[in-house]
C-alpha cells in the first residue's frame, strides 16, 4: 500500500514552455503533499506544502508565480513549472502524506531537463 | 528550528559485513524520525520510523535503527550489508507536535556502497 504515482519521469522541453507535473497517491487519500527539488549528489529541498483545496505554502525563496502548485483533490496534486530556463532544471519529487505518525510516501521523480 | 546532521557522505563495507549509517538529529520536543533510501533517478523509499515504545525500531529490507535520546541519534544499521543495499540514504526528523505541518527536514545523505 501507499503507493504514490508521479508523471511524467522525464521532461525535455524548450525554454520558456511551462512544463505540468502530476503526483497522485494511488491507494490511500492524503491529507497534505509536498513538492521538493532535489540538486545532484544533495539532498531534497521542501519547495512547498499543498493541501486539497487551499492555497499551497511555500517556503522562503521559492517563487509561487513561478511554481504553480494546484491541490485539486485528496489523491491529486500538479506543480507547473512556468516558463521554464535551464536554471529550472532538476528533479522534481512529490509526496503524500496521509495522516499524523505515518510517514510521507514519495513518487519516483521527474526529471526536467530545460535546453 | 530543527535539523539532522548526517556526518559521513559515504559509507564503504564489503558485503556480509555489518553497517552502520549515522544521523544525530536537534529538534524542540519529542522527534518523529525517519529513515529512506534512494537509488539512482528514484524517489525516496521509506525504510522505517520511531515515533515513541521501543527504542529499537525494525524497518524493510533488514534495516532496523536504534532512537538514543540522550546522544540524540537515530543510527541506520543492518547487520550483513548486501551490495543491492547500495543506494542514497536520507534521515530525517519533524517535532511531535500538532499542527506541526508534517514537514520534514532531511540529513545531507550519505551514500552508501557495498562492495563485493
Known amino acids: 500500500g501507499a503507493v504514490v504515482s508521479q508523471h511524467p519521469s522525464w521532461v525535455i522541453c524548450k525554454s520558456g514552455t511551462s512544463v505540468k507535473i502530476e503526483c497522485r497517491s494511488l491507494?490511500?487519500?492524503?491529507?497534505?503533499m509536498f513538492w521538493y527539488r532535489q540538486f545532484p549528489k544533495q539532498s531534497l529541498m521542501l519547495m512547498a506544502t499543498?493541501?486539497?483545496?487551499?492555497?499551497?505554502?511555500?517556503e522562503q525563496g521559492v517563487e509561487k508565480d513561478k511554481f504553480l502548485i494546484n491541490h485539486a483533490s485528496l489523491t491529486l496534486s500538479t506543480l507547473t513549472v512556468t516558463s521554464a530556463h535551464p536554471e529550472d532544471s532538476s528533479f522534481y519529487i512529490c509526496?503524500?502524506?496521509?495522516?499524523?505518525?505515518?510517514?510521507?510516501?514519495f513518487g519516483d521523480g521527474t526529471r526536467l531537463s530545460i535546453l | 528550528a530543527q535539523s539532522v546532521a548526517q556526518p559521513e557522505d559515504q559509507v564503504n563495507v564489503a558485503e556480509g559485513n555489518p553497517l552502520t549509517v549515522k544521523c544525530t538529529y536537534s529538534?524542540?520536543?519529542?522527534?518523529?524520525l525517519f529513515w529512506y533510501v534512494q537509488y539512482p533517478n528514484r524517489g525516496l523509499q521509506f525504510l522505517l520510523k520511531?515515533?515513541?515504545?521501543?527504542?529499537l525500531v525494525k524497518g524493510s529490507y533488514g534495516f532496523e535503527a536504534e532512537f538514543n535520546k540522550s546522544q540524540t541519534s537515530f543510527h541506520l544499521k543492518k547487520p550483513s550489508a548486501l551490495v543491492s543495499d547500495s543506494a542514497l540514504y536520507f534521515c530525517?526528523?519533524?517535532?511531535?507536535?500538532?499542527?506541526?505541518?508534517?514537514?520534514?527536514?532531511f540529513g545531507t545523505g550519505t551514500q552508501l556502497k557495498v562492495e563485493l
Open positions: 509526496s503524500a502524506h496521509r495522516g499524523e505518525g505515518q510517514p510521507q510516501h
Open positions: 491507494d490511500f487519500q492524503a491529507t497534505t
Open positions: 499543498s493541501n486539497e483545496g487551499s492555497k499551497a505554502t511555500y
Open positions: 529538534v524542540s520536543g519529542n522527534p518523529y
Open positions: 520511531y515515533i515513541t515504545g521501543d527504542n
Open positions: 530525517a526528523v519533524r517535532p511531535l507536535i500538532t499542527g506541526g505541518g508534517n514537514k520534514l527536514t
